[in-house]
């Protein structure tokens, strides 16, 4: 049996599902993104994208990589979305270059929206590869240091340094000269401190999700998937 703390060199059962849900995230957060929200609550007024629904989870899926799967998996799934966000901006591109087909009278709207997301995509892929690596690495050193308890210092170190890094690098390179000024700053702090409140509030499902994705897998508390 093996200890807390030690890897296991066990065949993953559920590895490719969190890898998956990962990308998928990703991806859908990129063309979520390419609309800007702002609401207005009383004196409080907030700006941020569309994508800043979905892609607080994939900071979650990222956190069970690394927590679980150890950092050399975590760091090939993040290469993974890297390639697929590559992918998916250069499709979008060839179809709105391609002729326009009898009948088809969205190609101003295809254009609005899907056309934006080459620079999403390149914002994103800047961002979300640091701020991920950077996640994953933070949380594995924070583990190297005090080993498996303090979960909960992981997981919110892990995201204050990680998004902070996403946050920031997205942003600029995603709307700096499109969003004005104030805005712009708004929209950054906003992002931020949404991103981190999100995961610190959905700390206890954190928690159940990765015991129970080390259940599977057949995994002791603290114990790691070795690659």
């Keep these: 049996m093996t200890t807390p703390n030690t890897q296991s060199a066990r065949t993953p059962r559920i590895f490719d599902v969190i890898a998956v849900l990962f990308v998928?995230?990703?991806?859908?957060?990129?063309?979520?993104?390419?609309?800007?929200?702002?609401?207005?609550?009383g004196p409080i007024h907030l700006v941020f994208d569309g994508g800043a629904i979905l892609f607080p989870l994939t900071y979650i899926l990222g956190d069970v990589l690394s927590e679980v799967y150890g950092f050399a998996r975590a760091r090939r799934v993040i290469i993974m979305g890297f390639v697929c966000?590559?992918?998916?901006?250069?499709?979008?591109w060839i179809v709105q270059l391609a002729p326009v087909g009898p009948g088809y009278e969205a190609q101003e709207s295809f254009e609005a929206v899907l056309g934006f997301v080459p620079r999403i995509v390149a914002a994103s892929v800047c961002g979300y590869l640091i701020g991920q690596l950077v996640n994953a690495l933070v949380l594995v050193k924070i583990r190297q240091r005090w080993g498996k308890n303090h979960l909960w210092a992981r997981l919110i170190g892990s995201t204050l340094v990680g998004e902070l890094f996403d946050t920031v690098?997205?942003?600029?390179?995603?709307?700096?000269?499109?969003?004005p000024g104030y805005e712009f700053l708004n929209y950054v702090i906003t992002g931020y401190i949404y991103k981190v409140a999100v995961e610190i509030v959905l700390l206890p499902l954190t928690y159940r999700v990765i015991a129970w994705v080390r259940s599977r897998e057949g995994l002791e508390a603290g114990e790691v998937l070795a690659a």
């Design 169 to 179: 690098i997205f942003c600029t390179v995603a709307f700096l000269g499109v969003i």
């Design 24 to 41: 998928a995230f990703l991806l859908i957060s990129n063309i979520a993104g390419t609309k800007i929200t702002a609401l207005d609550w």
């Design 85 to 92: 966000s590559i992918l998916a901006s250069l499709t979008f």
